[in-house]
Each structure stands twice: as C-alpha cells, then as structure tokens.
C-alpha cells in the first residue's frame, strides 16, 4: 500500500479512519524497499506541466514550457495577449494566485483594448451557422458539451449554438 490509514476517536465517541503514513517509493532505484513517513496529513498537487499547447510558437515561453510573462504584468511577447495562473506561474501554481493573477490580466487587457480601440470591420461577428451542415452543427455541440435534448433539425442545432455565443 502506498499509505496507511489510522483510527482516531472523535469526541462523542465516533471514530474515523486518518491518514497515519505514507510508503515512500525510490523512483530512482525501484528494487529498494519502499520507507515508511509517519504523517497526519498530506498535500497532493496534481500535475507539474502547464496546459499551454495552445499557444506554443505563438507567444514566448521558457524551457518548461510556462508562458512568459513581463515583470509586474500578465503581458506576453504579443500585444493583447495575457498570461495568468498556471500556464505563467512556475512557483505557487495554486488556485487563489490564479484567481489574483486573472484578475490582474483582466485589468490589462482592459487598459490595452482602451489604448488600442477596435475597428467595427474587427470585431467578431456571430457565425451563420446556416452554412453549416448537419454533422458540423451535432460535432460542435457535442464539443461544447451543450444539452441540445429536444434538436431533431437543423435549425435546432444552429439556434442552440446562437444562443450559447
């Protein structure tokens, strides 16, 4: 076993099963005996790399692949581009940073799309999803991962997908 529960007896009398040690495995050495660490709790973080495949080759980022970010600022190497969180933050990469540090991207990006104003012809505009067909329509649902129970035609489809942009 990796770890070892133990029993502590709550006041009132009730019991409950606690984390009591964790098996440490040589990773380098897999032959070697596993050793045991006595411990009364434990933080597991999940997963060490950053979901930035995305925009590899489009933005700078370091050799661990972490998008980089200027000092004091979520901007990238591309203007109107912010990082924030885990795919920028080598250190804490923990939920409340990311929190902080999105909103820190939002008030950038909301400073350069004032100092750099976009032309009507640039916005994005609602897609005619008239043009699509049947399977383009259903693939992009399931995508989305939209409820579309009662879609039976085509225009069921379109109107769930307007009404999700």
């Given at each position: ?39 009364d709790a ?48 080598h250190v ?74």
């Amino acid at each position: 076993e990796k770890y070892v529960g133990k029993t502590i007896t709550l006041e009132g009398g009730e019991e409950m099963q606690t984390l009591g040690q964790l098996m440490l495995t040589d990773t380098t050495d897999p032959g070697k005996e596993p050793t045991a660490l006595q411990v009364d709790a434990a933080f597991v973080a999940i997963g060490h790399d950053p979901n930035t495949w995305y925009v590899k080759g489009q933005v700078e980022m370091d050799a661990n692949n972490y998008v980089v970010a200027s000092d004091k600022s979520t901007r990238t190497s591309v203007p109107g581009v912010f990082a924030a969180g885990d795919v920028a933050d080598h250190v804490y990469r923990q939920a409340i940073t990311s929190a902080g540090s999105g909103a820190m991207a939002a008030l950038d990006a909301e400073r350069y799309l004032s100092e750099n104003p976009v032309e009507e012809e640039q916005c994005v505009r609602q897609e005619d999803f008239s043009t699509w067909s049947l399977k383009e329509l259903r693939n992009q649902i399931q995508l989305l991962g939209i409820k579309c129970v009662a879609c039976t035609e085509k225009q069921d489809f379109a109107t769930a997908l307007r009404n999700t942009y």
